[in-house]
């Protein structure tokens, strides 16, 4: 927000709060062990990460609809670091939003990101590409231009009811309590950047997160929900 109340202008920084879904597929097993504060199944992780904000403002400028990915290459456990990571945010996107939004997903607007962004040893540049969120009858599948494509299809009973991973480790902290099981067949990722990589795991869930600080265990990993 610009406030011209003493005759110059001046960048007030109001906060943030972000609310929206969020679909995952990665390279581990089905369910991720990762998420389970467990090490990879096969020693390393490679994820692709939608949050397809429905609602939100940063510093008073509206993001509601804007779909944003974070993909990350992660040579061993999430908790562990040393990833290269790179944003896509829609290019649909002004260029007001793509500034309000580019920092926050840095961590440097505090917030559950300050955490999140701090296992990134590289960031590769932020690319700007259509991105779209598809939910078919059961499956749900996020292109993101000539990028790759994140596809998460629900595991489920004999019921038909949706399996569920009830506050996972990993998750809570980020406000993850109920967390969908899911199938990451179809997921490929093909950023001539960084290493190309197939799904097998795949998850789906909501998330709230705004500018207040999370609280951090003895490890420095965020310990309480935003």
């Not at 990589?197 to 309480?224: I, L, N, Q, Y």
């Amino acid at each position: 927000m610009i406030n011209h109340a003493f005759g110059y202008e001046e960048v007030v920084e109001m906060g943030w709060n972000l609310d929206g879904v969020w679909t995952e597929s990665c390279t581990c097993s089905i369910t991720c062990p990762c998420n389970l504060n467990e090490d990879p199944t096969y020693g390393n992780c490679d994820v692709a990460f939608c949050f397809h904000i429905t609602s939100g403002q940063v510093d008073g400028v509206d993001v509601g609809g804007i779909p944003v990915v974070w993909t990350v290459n992660l040579p061993g456990a999430f908790t562990a670091g040393n990833a290269m990571a790179r944003l896509y945010i829609h290019d649909g996107a002004s260029q007001e939003q793509r500034e309000a939004l580019e920092p926050i997903f840095h961590g440097k607007r505090g917030g559950v990101w300050e955490v999140l962004a701090g296992i990134v040893k590289e960031w590769l540049e932020t690319k700007y590409a259509p991105i779209t969120v598809e939910d078919g009858e059961t499956t749900r599948t996020v292109t993101v231009g000539d990028f790759g494509q994140i596809v998460a299809e629900p595991v489920v009973d004999h019921r038909g009811e949706k399996a569920l991973l009830m506050e996972p480790p990993l998750l809570t902290p980020l406000s993850v309590q109920r967390f969908e099981i899911s199938r990451g067949a179809g997921t490929e990722w093909r950023d001539p950047d960084m290493k190309a990589w197939s799904g097998v795991h795949a998850g789906r869930t909501k998330f709230t997160w705004s500018s207040e600080p999370p609280a951090t265990d003895e490890a420095g990993m965020a310990a309480a929900a935003v």
